[in-house]
């Protein structure tokens, strides 16, 4: 008979199995967005950016719309419910000067604010505090801004710290509380393409994993409007990630501020910038042009090692063509074609 070696391990370990046949006829009710398509009623978020980027209107505007019932962005619908906002970082008056600004309504029992800078969520009893208060008022919707505010001593680089961190908040999603964060980037280029959620977020990438959505923040650099904020779902557990939109922060009458969606442009590449610029160049050459020559004309604006690249590339996908001569002079493929058949 086997027996276990280590008998009082195993008398500490307790497994919910269930089999397939069995689940089959477990029903689970469907999970509903309180704000359409960005998040979900049971469910762990976290928005992240560099500062500046406008994270605490986003959040504050949407507790406003989830806590009223009203649209956000005018565009995704919400459900009316309760909303807790923990602020780490402005205090009661700014909170109180921002809510103005974007008119929250005077009347609004639905959305409570609270500005404990000493509360630590990385300890068991903090955030079982917070599960019960929020179960006793009906809190559907938490704002945390920001994660480092409440996250006590954690290190944020620590696989295993993380890990734990943030599974202390499943029991909220458990309990059909939606949780959303407020976090930190790292610096990011604005003339780049979004990198993947986990090379974006400050610290482990086991916040990523940790989690069921992100959105991340950026400035835009593809509009004249230099006030425009990108947006994108780096992840999204629940379903595909919504195409990048954006926002902006639009003042009106009286000192009041109003956030509005708006279409972003798609970004290219670094690549695909290479990639245009030179077969912009080498078309105007119809006798074919050097690889020096290209340098010299994109200098500033490709670099070298980008042009060689890029070069061998469209090589091997049949865009362009090189000669044998000295220096080798590179030909797009359609006019050489053309040529020939002109010659024949």
Not at 32 to 40: K, N, T
Not at 271 to 297: F, H, M, R, V, Y
Not at 321 to 328: D, F, T
Request: neutral net charge; proline residues 2%; contains cysteine.
């Amino acid at each position: 008979m086997a027996t276990h070696k280590n008998k009082k391990t195993s008398d500490k370990i307790s497994l919910d199995i269930i089999n397939w046949r069995d689940m089959k006829f477990r029903s689970f009710p469907e999970p509903r967005w309180l704000v359409s398509g960005i998040i979900l009623e049971n469910s762990i978020t976290l928005i992240a950016s560099e500062g500046g980027t406008g994270k605490t209107w986003f959040a504050l505007d949407m507790a406003r719309c989830v806590s009223e019932g009203v649209s956000f962005l005018n565009r995704y619908a919400t459900i009316e419910s309760p909303v807790l906002y923990l602020d780490g970082e402005m205090g009661l008056s700014s909170f109180k000067k921002r809510g103005n600004q974007l008119s929250i309504d005077k009347d609004n029992y639905n959305l409570e604010i609270s500005t404990n800078y000493e509360i630590d969520f990385n300890n068991d009893d903090s955030v079982n505090y917070l599960l019960e208060k929020c179960k006793r008022s009906g809190t559907k919707l938490i704002i945390i801004d920001t994660f480092r505010a409440f996250c006590g001593s954690l290190n944020e680089f620590d696989a295993v710290e993380v890990r734990k961190f943030f599974r202390r908040f499943y029991q909220f999603r458990d309990s059909g509380i939606a949780v959303v964060f407020l976090d930190h980037t790292r610096k990011q280029n604005v003339n780049d393409k979004f990198l993947s959620t986990n090379s974006q977020v400050y610290g482990s990438q086991d916040k990523v994993s940790a989690i069921d959505s992100a959105l991340l923040f950026r400035k835009s650099a593809n509009h004249t409007n230099d006030r425009i904020i990108e947006v994108i779902q780096g992840k999204n557990r629940h379903g595909i990630e919504n195409k990048p939109f954006g926002f902006i922060l639009n003042d009106t009458e009286n000192n009041k501020i109003r956030i509005d969606f708006t279409e972003t442009q798609e970004r290219k590449t670094k690549s695909e910038i290479a990639e245009i610029e030179i077969l912009k160049t080498i078309s105007s050459e119809l006798d074919g042009i050097s690889a020096k020559d290209i340098q010299k004309i994109l200098i500033g604006r490709v670099g070298k090692t980008q042009i060689e690249n890029t070069l061998k590339s469209l090589i091997e996908s049949g865009c362009i063509l090189r000669s044998n001569g000295k220096p080798p002079l590179y030909s797009i493929a359609e006019l050489i074609s053309e040529d020939a058949e002109t010659a024949s």
